[in-house]
């Protein structure tokens, strides 16, 4: 049997194990904080739908910010538990370094994983959280927007706005209502503007018609007289139709059943001689059509071709020209405007309330102008709803006012819908927003926008191009979320010439400061958490007392370690600003590489 003197030796020994103390107690820790987070999420959740991902992301961004007194903590508890530590050690003894190396390489561990979860992680984290919150706003908005365009009976905008709804929490308990409205107003549209009968009200009046015919004609003669005549002038199918309904009045192989099938057949002739013509009627109406499209291709009117190709497609199906210039038309289309559908096919990163300031180059021009402008103007630009991918983004309810130099307004305009996207002019890179919406099949739905300033964009009247790269405008909209959530590339861009976007560069240098000084600083404590684990290391086993510290330990150590972030935060503030970037941050890391050294001097010199 294992007795107890061995349960106490096994277990001193892996008290003395500081690099296996240290990964189990942050597992549990992180184990510990997410499941706190799942019973009290820590603020409202955006949407129901997103819950468990808010709790369990709330949960990673705590435990990041707990991981430097939780290190501390699991350096610290190993020395209250380990009784075998009275054995005396003169200063700088390298027995007494051997002796707690163990300790030195977990801090140097914890230091590493640190610097990876606040460089990777965090961000990461703060902006996955983020998106859910913009997807939340999202939600609301579109949903307010489902019901009143429901509400106007205004159904393709509706489905629109129902449709992002769709994307963000598919199958929603409280959208059914709105999805269950649209999709009957939709398919009733759909049925009344179709020009179809039911088949058997059709079938009825046929019937009808015949009935009423027979009655009519008495006999056989009356019925291939009347075929006669509509033969004479030249009224075929009814010739046709009269002389079949003669021979089944006539009695087989008689004279009037004979006659009445020749009269039949010379009518059926007739109208096998009207093909030929019919269909070139037809193939000439589609060569028409086909003509008019390609003028519009020719004369750049690319929405005017997009739709009549669209149309040639169901009417020519087999035609392979079609085919191949609705594509062109198409591609030339999205040059200038968009179609609404994109919006709903999916939902990128997200931003709600977005409000951007952009300089100006002279490409704005007021009425009676030249195009050359007025330099040094702005542009401010807000969005609704913004929704941005690596290529294009999409705004919804945008608003655009553009000043010159002498803050005098450019122009004034605000779109419904708008689509951004990068382009080229005379080699250099620029921002190109779309302000045109287009739905795909229907050529009479298109939102436009409306110009309620002195002038307009000197691209036309649905295109405004920025003095910006759209790589730039992706940072902008990230830097509008939070500045936690960029990665140190980001920040790096953005502290270096942000400063003409309306943002104070010292906000993204200080966040730089944050990143790169943090991790390294957590070397330092961690080496002043083992000398005080040691200088007040246990004499006697602890018992039940030591339980409680494996909470309180790691509370007073947050608590000292927010103390020493908000003196460090306002230590650079001031260095940043008095110093510059460049000075404040080589001082900072100076700094704590000095403590570092500095620590593990006073931790060699520990005795007892």
Known sequence: MINRESLVSSAEKFAGNKVGIFIIYILVSFVVVVAYRFVFPGGAIPLEYFSLQWRFTQGILDFIDLFPALTMASLVIPFGFNTDEEENFPRFSLKFIEKIQGAILAAIIAAACYGLLFFIAFPLAEEYQSNMRFKGELFKIAKERTEIAAAQRNWQEASHFLAICENIWPLSSIMEQARATVTVGIETVQFSGSGIRPVLGQGSANREDEAALRKAVRDTAEALNMAKTALAEERYYDAHWLATLASHLARAGSIEAREAARTASLAWNAVSSMEPGIREAQNYSLYHLKRKGYEAMVSNDWIRAYYIFRELTELSPEDPDVVKFLGMSEKGTTEVAFFLDEIEAGIGENLTGAVFSI??????????????????????????????????????????????????????????????????????????????????????????????????????????????????????????????????????????????????????????????????????????????????????????????????????????????RGISNILGLWMLLSLGFSTAIIIAVAGVLLCFIMSLIFLASQHG
């Open 359 to 564: 300089p100006l180059v002279p490409t704005a021009q007021a009425v009676g102008q030249p195009s050359s402008g007025t330099p040094g103007g702005r542009v401010v630009m807000r969005a609704d709803s913004l929704m941005t991918y690596p290529d294009f983004s999409y705004a919804i309810g945008l608003e655009i006012v553009a000043f010159d130099g002498n803050n005098q307004a450019l122009y004034e305009m605000e779109a419904r819908y708008a689509k951004l996207i990068p382009m080229t002019v005379q080699g250099k890179p620029r921002l190109l927003i779309l302000l045109r919406a287009l739905s795909r099949y229907d050529e009479t739905i298109r939102w436009e926008p409306v110009w309620t300033g002195p002038g307009h964009s000197d691209l036309g009247d649905a295109q405004i191009a920025l003095d910006t790269t759209y790589e730039h405008f992706l940072r902008l909209s990230k830097a509008r979320r939070r500045v936690d959530s960029l990665f140190l590339v980001d920040l790096l861009a953005m502290g270096k010439d942000f400063g003409n976007y309306g943002y104070i560069p010292q906000v993204f240098q200080a966040e730089i400061m944050r990143r790169i000084s943090d991790p390294i600083s957590l070397l330092p404590l961690s080496i002043l958490a083992i000398i005080i684990g040691w200088r007040f290391r246990a004499k006697t086993k602890p018992r039940y007392l030591g339980f409680p510290m494996l909470v309180i330990i790691p509370l007073v150590f947050n608590w000292m370690i927010d103390l020493i």
